[in-house]
């Protein structure tokens, strides 16, 4: 966890966007991926993208890639409170993956 | 998405008594399996990798005669964590990978995880 750093919290207005930051230190990471936990649920993969993409969109989601300063972010677009979750950045070397220390973001009516 | 179940999902136990954490990829076949563990507000440390029919690789800093895994099939692993002490107190996820030949990792699932708590 110490390569992938990631703010720890996030608060957020219902309907409002989300954007959470990760960097990351492991420049031939092929992959970075952004995962989901919820209370007593094991890790959801969220999205990735692949590391020639500096952009890629999903539905609600919008991941950035900047790989020239090894930074990557989620935007969560019109937040909902079934969004309120840990959200982890990781990236993959020697197809292990790496995980950040996960944002928590707390969604408010 | 694929189900992965860990049993049992918590467990609290007497200090140097030994605890079995089950996972099971219930609709494919693991061919990998990862084993983490979590601290609170911390990331997951990636503990040691298995695969079927092979012994574990151990992350450095994890002992082996420790924490014993057993990836005997590819739909079950194991880990025992053998006379456990407070300090192995934590969150355990195992985290089964599909056979795969290329592409991205999106074929790695995640257990719910199982908290120990050792008194």
């Known amino acids: 966890g110490e390569d992938v750093e990631q703010s720890l919290f996030l608060s957020v207005r219902e309907g409002d966007s989300s954007v959470i930051n990760c960097t990351y230190t492991?420049?031939?990471?092929?992959?970075l991926y952004w995962y989901k936990q919820e209370p007593g649920a094991g890790l959801q993969l969220l999205t990735y993208?692949?590391?020639?993409?500096d952009m890629k969109q999903d539905q609600r989601l919008t991941v950035l890639l900047n790989k020239k300063d090894k930074h990557l972010s989620l935007r969560i677009a019109d937040t909902q409170t079934g969004d309120s979750a840990i959200y982890f950045c990781a990236e993959t070397s020697d197809y292990k993956l790496s995980f950040g220390a996960g944002t928590t973001v707390t969604v408010r009516a | 998405g694929a189900v992965v179940s860990q049993h049992p999902s918590w467990v609290i136990c007497k200090s140097g008594t030994s605890v079995k954490i089950e996972c099971r990829s219930l609709d494919f076949q693991a061919t990998t399996m990862f084993w983490y563990r979590q601290f609170p507000k911390q990331s997951l440390m990636l503990m040691a990798t298995s695969n079927e029919g092979s012994k574990a690789t151990y992350e450095q800093g994890v002992e082996k005669d420790k924490f014993l895994i057993n990836h005997a099939s590819l739909t079950l692993s194991t880990l025992t964590v053998t006379s456990a002490h407070p300090e192995d107190s934590s969150f355990y996820i195992c985290?089964?990978?599909?056979?795969?030949?290329?592409?991205?990792?999106?074929?790695?699932?995640f257990g719910p995880g199982t908290r120990l708590t050792v008194l």
């Open positions: 492991d420049s031939s990471s092929t992959y």
């Open positions: 993208i692949f590391s020639n993409m």
């Open positions: 985290s089964p990978r599909a056979r795969v030949r290329s592409g991205p990792v999106d074929t790695q699932y």
